[in-house]
């Protein structure tokens, strides 16, 4: 239940939880932001941590643990084969998703690469709501391909839909006949759906998905990164989930996906990778790859340590004093900065806050990478660093021509109890500076471009002295202020 504050027009998001360790933070001149950010490439991946004030470029791995966590830590049993510690994860995921059947892999990606290495034959295809990067990376190197299903209405910017990572199920049922259910290698659903924003799917939405793959018999899996978040919406948005448990959702879920997996770094607010399923049988099948890539099947490449730290925290993904933290503080800074005008994608989902940059810097053409320029420009406003979703996070085609995303965002992370609600105070005000100083924003050209995720370590120039400018009217603005 919410905390209502007295004076109602004061109310702001409540933390439930304390903070009793903390780490340093610098915050450099604007004048040195701007060197970094250039030394950088222009990519706010290859900043180093020690330049940077807020840290938004991610919230996997970076989220905060609880004092029970730490706890769990010390009584890691490290074992190469049948640790206890594997038993206490095992343990974890049978209460949270109720699935016997538990695979363990370094992280999401690693999870993605065993499916893709189980399933994915040349010429098949994997059906989505949306991509991500790193699925489809594994998807295409196994000579399959990925096609998106998500509703339409999904990829506007700003509406009042509630669940804009649905499915569109009827194109969904068609694609799959005309593929014949042989050539496609599974369904599957991203909680949360990562790059149109963060967006939930609702458990409606979901379960027709899990009915449509039985009746035409293809596997359905759930990529349940973003789960816990998306569940906070599926309580607050949907009326059939109001009064469910937290675990009721979880359990209803594995009963009707064939295979979940997830990034530990988000679910459970440590690291690491799980997959899972109610069938015996599909484990089966990806379990000679865990060895192969990973490591033995109870430890799966992760760390004895956070696999315990994992286990418990799967425990608090089911506390929606936690889950709603999150989405609230994302809640707010989309608030904050929508009703200033800035352009955001609304309504906000989890993860972060997105700003979508074609309305940002609306005269920028595509090639000249509208978010990524917006991410730039961030960095060098506040020493934030937030992260392109937009044309430099995409492939290009096998032909080699660019493939423009449809949305240009510029994502601003949340990190689960991380950061404190002065610290988006701090991150809307220096955003709204440079909305009003926008018409300086220019934009970027590639000078080092990696063919396979190019960006995570591309390399770009600012085209002109725009950041010089940029850095310049900061300082006019702000006298002698970091
Ligand atoms: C939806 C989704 N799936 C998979 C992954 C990959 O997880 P990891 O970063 O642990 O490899 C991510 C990471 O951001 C994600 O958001």
């Not at 990562?194 to 409606?204: A, D, K, R, T, W």
């Not at 989405?327 to 906000?348: H, M, Q, R």
């Not at 810097?361 to 320029?373: C, K, L, R, T």
Request: glycine share 8%.
């Amino acid at each position: 239940m919410a905390v209502k504050f007295y004076k109602c027009e004061q109310q702001v998001p409540l933390e439930m939880h304390k903070v009793r360790m903390i780490q340093k933070l610098s915050l450099l001149p604007v004048e040195e932001r701007l060197k970094k950010i250039q030394e950088a490439g222009n990519n706010t991946f290859l900043l180093q941590n020690k330049d940077i004030y807020l840290d938004m470029l991610t919230d996997s791995g970076v989220n905060g643990m609880s004092d029970l966590q730490f706890a769990a830590m010390m009584q890691a049993d490290d074992s190469y084969a049948g640790s206890e510690t594997f038993n206490r994860v095992k343990a974890a995921v049978k209460d949270v998703f109720g699935c016997e059947n538990v695979l363990p892999a370094h992280q999401g990606r690693a999870c993605e690469n065993i499916l893709a290495e189980a399933y994915v034959k040349p010429g098949m295809v994997a059906l989505m709501n949306f991509h991500f990067t790193t699925t489809k990376a594994h998807i295409t190197r196994c000579g399959g391909s990925v096609e998106e299903l998500v509703d339409p209405k999904g990829l506007l910017p700003q509406s009042d839909d509630p669940f804009k990572g649905n499915f569109n199920l009827a194109n969904l049922s068609q694609r799959i006949d005309e593929l014949g259910s042989d050539k496609v290698a599974f369904v599957r659903v991203e909680a949360g759906t990562n790059l149109i924003g963060g967006q939930p799917v609702s458990l409606e939405n979901m379960l027709a998905v899990t009915d449509i793959c039985h009746d035409k018999g293809v596997k359905s899996v759930l990529d349940a990164s973003l789960l816990q978040d998306n569940i906070y919406f599926m309580k607050t948005r949907e009326a059939r989930c109001k009064f469910m448990d937290v675990k009721e959702i979880y359990h209803l879920l594995a009963d009707h996906f064939d295979i979940i997996y997830f990034s530990a770094r988000k679910l459970s607010f440590s690291k690491g990778g799980i997959i899972c399923s109610k069938n015996p049988t599909y484990t089966r099948q990806m379990m000679e790859f865990i060895p192969l890539y990973e490591g033995f099947l109870t430890y799966g490449g992760i760390d004895v340590r956070t696999m315990e730290a994992m286990a418990q925290g799967l425990y608090e993904s089911l506390d929606m004093e936690y889950l709603d933290q999150g989405p609230e503080f994302i809640n707010y800074l989309a608030k904050e900065l929508s009703d200033y005008g800035v352009p955001v994608i609304l309504p906000a989902g989890g993860l972060g806050c997105h700003l979508d940059c074609q309305a940002f810097v609306p005269d920028m053409p595509h090639d000249q990478y509208p978010a990524g320029a917006v991410a730039a420009a961030i960095y060098i406003a506040g020493g934030i660093r937030p992260m392109e979703r937009g044309s430099l996070s995409e492939q290009r085609e096998p032909d080699g021509t660019e493939r423009f995303a449809e949305l240009e965002l510029a994502r601003l992370a949340v990190p689960r109890r991380v950061y404190t609600l002065s610290q988006l105070k701090y991150v809307a005000d220096r955003i709204k500076w440079l909305w009003d100083n926008r018409s300086l924003i220019g934009g970027l050209k590639w000078v080092e471009e990696p063919s396979v995720l190019r960006f995570f370590f591309g390399r770009l120039k600012e085209i002109g002295y725009w950041q010089e400018e940029l850095a310049a009217k900061f300082r006019q603005d702000f006298g002698d202020s970091l």
